[in-house]
């Protein structure tokens, strides 16, 4: 049978474009590799719920709403109030299982462990080679991930993930950032809770085994945990029974950090979308709403081009993509570089330098858009000076993108 479109990948952006495509009365394909959407889960499942709006999805499940964040380094930690930015940690593999049925409603077709080995345009259309045969479309969606751009071998790190319960040093209200650039060169460790005791814990880095460093992070949080029950100060959070915490799932995954790859169109009819086109954040490595609006966007384009018989019509995916994220992608990528070459009491005087403003900062950051709040951050007075004297024409470049705002 010959597909409209074929999606090469069955997670979130690949989803959502095979609904935007379906919707408008295509037929659609979805060849997913694993047994299961949404497994196995390679994220940290924090989102706001503008960006949850904005990707269409209605339905998910909260595991804990975001009241605050802390950024650590060395001795100095800052708080971020989050209320006003509406952030969720979310089940993902429900998430990602909503959009299939989503996508299922409108019509698409999804087909568990049927891999794609490789693809080929010829003439009108492209040929999937499939364990189950070849399959035809006349538009492909390659939404495979970022293992996609990282087979360059640059442009992402290896992170480590694990999922723990019993682990009283997890607040269910709390984010926690820790910047080391010695153990996590060019990204940090993370705590994003699901609930009191419960979260994903995480760490990524240039050129690191993330495992070993996930282990000693972890390790390093139970032995402060031993260290104040000790000096016991009378407090029992239900959890502090003594034992370690349980790990109840592992991840080692790739985060890509280097900005868009483009182009997004291929060969005419090749529409890379999501990780697979370089959508995650640089500076977070977060890719919910930004690889997700690249499956929706994608997806409206693809039903117009399908409509009026012509395959232009598929570059208002790359230049819509553009509009809305261009701009402060470009930011993040300077940001990224900034940070990489700061050390950690250069990052600790900033973050003293921007203490008191972090009111401010609680009330205009976007979580969604977060360059901007993070580039003024960087401009406090004293942040201006450090990074001034660090970065010579590099910091000349980034005054001049922020003066384009
Ligand atoms: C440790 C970690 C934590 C993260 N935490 C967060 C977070 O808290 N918030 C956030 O917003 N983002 C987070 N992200 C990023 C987010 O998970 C990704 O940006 C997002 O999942 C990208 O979606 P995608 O659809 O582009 O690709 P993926 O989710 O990577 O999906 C690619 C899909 O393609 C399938 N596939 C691959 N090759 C083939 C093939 N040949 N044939 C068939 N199927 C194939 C895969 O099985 C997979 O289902 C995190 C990432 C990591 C690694």
Not at 62 to 81: E, F, G, P, Y
Not at 235 to 255: E, M, Q, T, W, Y
Not at 303 to 313: F, I, P, V
Request: aromatic share 8%; glycine share 10%.
């Amino acid at each position: 049978m010959l597909y409209d479109t074929i999606v090469i990948g069955g997670s979130i952006a690949g989803l959502l474009a095979a609904r935007e495509v379906a919707r408008k009365g295509f037929s659609v394909l979805v060849l997913e590799e694993d047994a299961e959407i949404g497994t196995p889960e390679h994220c940290g499942g924090l989102v706001s719920r503008n960006a949850l709006k904005a990707l269409g999805i209605d339905e998910y499940t909260i595991l804990t709403r975001i009241k605050h964040a802390t950024v650590s380094v060395l001795n100095t930690t800052i708080s971020i109030d989050a209320e006003r930015q509406d952030v969720v940690a979310i089940d993902r593999r429900a998430l990602d299982k909503y959009v299939a049925k989503q996508a299922s409603m409108n019509g698409a077709d999804i087909m568990l462990m049927c891999r794609a080995r490789s693809f080929a345009v010829k003439d009108e259309q492209v040929k999937v080679d499939t364990g189950r045969g070849i399959m035809e479309c006349r538009v492909l969606v390659d939404a495979r991930g970022c293992s996609i751009p990282a087979s360059s071998g640059k442009g992402f790190l290896p992170s480590a993930q694990y999922e723990v319960d019993h682990a009283p040093w997890v607040d269910a209200g709390r984010v926690e950032v820790y910047i080391d650039q010695d153990r996590y060169p060019g990204f940090f460790a993370w705590i994003i809770p699901s609930g009191k005791g419960r979260g994903r814990v995480g760490v990524s880095g240039k050129g690191i085994n993330a495992m070993e460093r996930l282990e000693g992070f972890i390790g390093m949080k139970e032995m402060l945990r031993d260290c104040s029950s000790n000096g016991d100060d009378g407090s029992d959070d239900g959890n502090s029974s003594g034992g370690r915490c349980v790990v109840l799932r592992k991840v080692f995954a790739p985060i890509w950090v280097d900005g868009p790859q483009r182009p997004f169109i291929r060969e005419r009819r090749v529409v890379r979308v999501g990780d697979a086109a370089g959508q995650a954040k640089p500076t977070t490595g977060g890719g919910i709403y930004t690889s997700g609006m690249g499956g929706v966007i994608a997806g409206s384009a693809i039903a117009d081009a399908l409509e009026y018989n012509s395959l232009d019509m598929l570059h208002r995916y790359e230049s819509g993509w553009f509009d809305l994220f261009g701009r402060e992608f470009e930011r993040m990528v300077m940001l990224r570089r900034v940070f990489e070459s700061l050390d950690n009491k250069a990052i600790e005087r900033i973050l003293l330098a921007i203490r008191s403003e972090m009111d401010e900062i609680s009330v205009s950051g976007d979580f969604d858009f977060h360059s901007f709040t993070m580039a003024k951050m960087l401009l406090s007075r004293d942040g201006l000076s450090i990074v001034k004297a660090m970065l010579g024409s590099e910091f000349r470049r980034f005054l001049a993108n922020l003066a384009k705002i």
